[in-house]
């Protein structure tokens, strides 16, 4: 029996539903392989009162410190921490609060690695953990974690905590690369891909999904949080290139009142829609409504939307970062183009012109599979063990 603790303030709970899914969904997997247990820890920082009565916060206080998630066993511990400090404190708290938790855990659960599914600040603690309980550490590096956590105040624990980690996993080869010029060492770093479910993305076509959110002529979808590192603001400016197409952008966050001033301000109004928040669930009988899915993400480790959207024979147009010409190999998968409002309009009007067979798209998808990602997952946690 291979017992896996996963460790992951990136995780969904009930009141931020699509967070960290495709963290939970890859741990599913695993736990559904022959011989392996899998425990959740789920971390949610919060600041002292009153800050914590913020409505940022408040609603953790209905959040259970421990559940049944999805048919996986998750505790959500509390720990503190301090805002405007730049996440300097949060590694110390974190693993002050975890340590009795994780040793009355070790009584029933005697766990033989810790996953830590996130960078910082899940990576540093997880090596504190791992050395006082003796058992090896996997760190996963998936964009943020790296390109913010990894500089100003927090780089340095996000370098030592790779030093110090049994081993790594990085969403991407152009993730690799990024956590080796930081001083983290490239042999402990295994490349380990997302996955899509081919049932839930690419079984709508077209023209049902066109039918059902009553939508007509081309259609471009920006899908992703609205915070400035998407770049929603590039693709609302591409589109004023475009006339006669339709924008949908499919996210929440704090950007949402400066797109709505960007698209009145461009008289835009009759053309572009905020969607708002949609449940992951619902994606893939969105996505296939659209022509082209256009994300100008100034960086990402590998789009999980990116895989999704092609899953369902959408060509994707984004920039060159992270893993993108991993994921775009074929011209018929979509476009890279540079991150400026005329280049995306240039690129997804060619697309609009000439659009791939969905059937040519869907082939770029098809090399990620969640069975293959739970299998080397499951691989890679079975040599730490067996090693130390």
């Known amino acids: 029996m291979l017992r896996v603790l996963t460790l992951s303030t990136l995780f969904p709970d009930a009141t931020r539903p699509n967070f960290g899914v495709f963290v939970e969904r890859q741990t599913f997997g695993l736990s559904q392989l022959a011989g392996v247990e899998v425990r959740v820890v789920a971390p949610i920082g919060v600041p002292p009162w009153p800050l914590s009565r913020h409505a940022h916060y408040a609603g953790f206080a209905d959040v259970p410190q421990q559940e049944l998630w999805r048919g996986l066993n998750v505790e959500r511990p509390r720990f503190g921490t301090v805002p405007g400090t730049g996440g300097r404190w949060h590694v110390g708290a974190l693993v002050r609060r975890l ?3 994780l040793r009355a855990m070790r009584r029933d659960f005697p766990f033989d690695v810790i996953d830590a599914e996130f960078f910082f600040p899940d990576g540093p603690a997880a090596v504190a953990l791992g050395r006082q309980f003796g058992v090896p550490v996997s760190i996963k590096a998936r964009g943020a974690d790296i390109h913010l956590w990894g500089q100003g105040p927090t780089r340095a624990q996000v370098r030592r905590a790779g030093q110090a980690a049994d081993a790594m996993l990085a969403v991407s080869a152009a993730m690799k690369a990024d956590m080796a010029a930081l001083g983290i060492p ?21 023209a049902a999904a066109r039918a059902a959110h009553g939508l007509s002529g081309p ?14 603001d590039i693709v609302v400016d591409a589109v004023a290139m475009l006339p006669d197409v339709t924008l949908l952008i499919v996210g ?38 659209a022509d082209v899915m256009a994300l100008a993400s100034a960086s990402e480790g590998l789009a999980n939307a990116w895989v999704e959207a092609m899953a369902c024979g959408v060509p994707i147009v984004i920039p060159d970062i992270g893993g993108a010409r991993e994921v775009l190999t074929d011209p018929g998968y979509g476009l890279i183009a540079d991150r400026t409002p005329a280049a995306f309009a240039e690129a997804i009007g060619m697309l609009i012109a000439q659009l791939p067979p969905p059937e040519r798209v869907q082939q770029g998808a098809a090399r990620f599979s969640w069975d293959t990602n739970a299998a080397a997952l499951h691989a890679h946690f079975a040599r730490l063990v067996a090693g130390r």
Do not use: M, N, Y
């Open 99 to 101: 340590q009795p938790l």
């Open 186 to 206: 490239a042999d402990r770093i295994t490349v380990h891909h997302t996955g899509v479910d081919a049932a839930r993305f690419g079984g709508v076509d077209r």
């Open 219 to 232: 259609v471009v979808i920006s899908l992703g949080a609205l915070v400035a590192r998407k770049g929603h």
């Open 252 to 289: 929440e966050g704090g950007e949402r009142p400066a797109l709505e001033a960007q698209i009145a301000t461009r008289g835009l109004s009759d053309r572009v829609r905020l969607t708002g928040a949609v449940p992951h669930a619902e994606l893939g009988r969105l996505l296939p409504a």
